[in-house]
């Protein structure tokens, strides 16, 4: 199994808040992603990176903000967090040729009351 | 973007069965993946299958890119198999790590 480890595993936090989840990998790989995934939409991309401090808006980024200080950890903020961001986070890492198989974290569930 | 659709949406067989899972795809890719999401809500990575046909035990899978589709198939099915299938792709404009589209997935449910 790809060393993927995401924190919290499960989060329950008030609208308004401020939400930081973390993603740590311990495979030296360069690519590294977020996605959410909710009922009927499958999963969506987040943001992702392509190295320490490169990242890019993925298909639904607004609300998100993420960080990449070191090759090993990928961090998501929700800086104000919404109910509509209710979901369940997933993490993935790609290897440093581009072009390679994804591999997921177990996920983080957060719920936003 | 790129539309991705898979069918059937759910499928229920008997134990021991055959099944063939499509993904259809609406533009060029550089990058197609096959993923399996249990019942524990892991996603792992079957296959990666730009094109042609792979094999791993009693799965395989194939992508016929100039046509814009790809297909899973189970043999023998185990109750272990049990879970969600996605299919996800990037598109041939992509950079090759861009970040995948999924499609909405195959529910696929094996009965003892």
């Known amino acids: 199994d790809a060393g993927i480890t995401q924190s919290p595993r499960h989060k329950v936090t008030e609208t308004g808040t401020p939400v930081t989840l973390r993603c740590h990998q311990t495979e030296n790989h360069r690519y590294m992603y977020w996605y959410r995934q909710d009922p009927g939409h499958g999963l969506r991309l987040i943001h992702y990176?392509?190295?320490?401090?490169?990242?890019d808006k993925g298909e639904v980024s607004d609300g998100y903000s993420v960080s990449r200080s070191k090759t090993e950890d990928f961090l998501l903020t929700l800086e104000s967090a919404t109910s509509s961001q209710t979901s369940v986070y997933f993490c993935?890492?790609?290897?440093?040729?581009?072009?390679?198989?994804?591999?997921f974290g177990d996920g983080t569930r957060l719920s936003i009351l | 973007g790129i539309q991705v659709e898979q069918s059937p949406p759910d499928l229920i067989l008997q134990e021991g069965a055959n099944s063939t899972l499509r993904c259809n795809f609406s533009?060029?890719?550089?990058?197609l993946q096959w993923f399996h999401q249990n019942p524990w809500g892991q996603l792992i990575n079957l296959f990666y299958i730009p094109s042609g046909t792979k094999q791993n035990g009693r799965l395989s899978a194939t992508t016929v890119a100039t046509e814009r589709y790809s297909l899973l198939y189970i043999s023998s099915s185990q109750t272990t198999d049990s879970g969600v299938y996605f299919c996800a792709v990037e598109p041939y404009s992509g950079g090759g790590a861009d970040g995948l589209t999924f499609g909405k997935g195959t529910h696929l449910i094996i009965q003892p």
């Open positions: 993935a890492i790609s290897g440093n040729g581009g072009n390679q198989p994804q591999h």
């Open positions: 533009d060029s890719v550089n990058n």
């Open positions: 990176s392509y190295g320490v401090k490169d990242t």
